[in-house]
């Protein structure tokens, strides 16, 4: 699929030229990308996104919680529902004067959509709008209905996003039954991965209180970091399980280690230590915080230990989204693409408690968060026809 712009033509650099035209989602990838939206401030880009929707039929749903920008738009009234969900905000820049173009001016260089969001994931957001275009336009009276839930709350704290969202649908009982999240799940071809799962993730912040004291008299002292070492290096050498056939093993790392007050004569009184835990479905919240606790005590700290929880791990089996998605990709690309749990944690562990089926499905991952991030402009465009491929087998 690759439709024409009105009467824009573009060179590489993304300046006007008379040499070509840029298809509809590369178009639109630019324009979102031009957007300075830098988390939690969406900048314009839903309601670019939601203009689009308004003229296929879409009922939109502005839903602002503090200073976020939600909206949900859905098209139809029965089940089953297939929604794309995803985020308009992107991380900081970094250093300017390491970007070879400026972040928000988006640039086309030999063959590739420079710019802040790029691949996570404005070029995704393009490619879902387009593909509901071309998709709509051949089944104007599809089965079911298509939904958005988009955000501009995903690369900060992720309160007042997609989990608010889905509380207010909850509240009125309108349930996703299939959900496409844009994350850039590629590895090294476009389709090569998507993600039918996340593990949990788990953050523990210890504090271990000891004895300020003078180096030199280290015995009216108590020292919290000699203390929390052995029950550290316990924590450290746990093999808390195995994973299973969609998960890896589960991940102990400390993040964070704070002790001292400068001084080099001075034995600490305080030792902070941050924690996370990467989890499979092997093991629970509770399991997890119950045997770090058994190994601290054991130790006889003296100590204060928070927790929070960024999610549960989550995984969508073999059925009818992981078949249509991999057809998709096989008629769009020709491979066979894999599935895998890895990585970071995303908005589908608050999608995916609610019973839908949930897939992470987006462009390729090397340069999220980098400076110099970009997407393939050809990638884009088989983006677009990937998802309008798997709204065809589930709602054509």
């Known amino acids: 699929m690759l439709r024409e712009t009105g009467s824009a033509h573009y060179s590489e650099t993304g300046k006007p030229s008379t040499l070509g035209r840029m298809s509809e989602t590369v178009e639109l990838a630019r324009d979102l990308i031009g957007r300075a939206s830098v988390t939690p401030d969406d900048a314009g880009c839903q309601a670019l996104m939601c203009q689009r929707l308004a003229a296929m039929g879409f009922v939109i749903e502005d839903l602002r919680f503090g200073e976020v920008s939600n909206f949900w738009a859905r098209r139809g009234s029965e089940a089953p529902v297939l929604a794309f969900a995803g985020h308009t905000d992107v991380v900081p820049t970094g250093p300017l004067d390491q970007w070879q173009s400026d972040p928000f001016q988006p640039e086309i260089r030999d063959g590739l959509l420079y710019g802040r969001g790029a691949a996570d994931m404005k070029g995704s957001l393009a490619a879902m709008i387009t593909a509901c275009e071309t998709f709509i336009a051949a089944h104007p009276a599809h089965r079911g209905s298509i939904a958005f839930l988009i955000t501009s709350d995903e690369e900060g704290p992720s309160i007042d996003g997609t989990v608010k969202v889905v509380e207010h649908l909850e509240a009125r009982d ?154 998709a990709i096989r008629d769009r690309t020709g491979i066979e693409t894999e599935l895998s749990t890895s990585g970071g944690t995303s908005d589908g562990r608050f999608i995916a408690p609610t019973g839908a089926q949930v897939l992470e499905l987006g462009p390729l991952n090397a340069t999220i968060h980098q400076i110099n991030e970009c997407v393939s402009v050809a990638d884009l465009d088989r983006l677009s026809d990937i998802y309008a491929g798997i709204l065809d087998r589930l709602l054509g």
């Open 174 to 327: 309108e349930k996703i039954d299939w959900c496409l999240v844009g994350e850039p799940s590629s590895s090294q071809q476009l389709g090569d991965v998507i993600k039918n799962g996340r593990r949990g993730s788990l953050n523990g912040n210890l504090r271990v209180r000891g004895k300020q004291g003078h180096v030199a008299y280290p015995h009216l002292a108590s020292n919290p970091v000699h203390l929390a070492a052995p029950a550290l290096d316990k924590l450290i050498a746990i093999e808390w399980d195995q994973g299973n056939e969609y998960f890896p093993p589960t991940s102990f790392q400390i993040s964070n280690l704070h002790a001292g007050t400068g001084a080099e004569n001075v034995v600490p009184g305080e030792l902070e230590v941050m924690f996370n835990l990467r989890f499979s479905t092997e093991l629970t919240e509770s399991d997890i915080r119950s045997r770090i606790q058994a190994v601290l005590d054991r130790h006889a700290l003296d100590y204060t230990l928070s927790w929070r929880l960024s999610g549960n791990p989550f995984l969508t089996p073999v059925g009818e989204l992981v078949d249509a998605a991999r057809a």
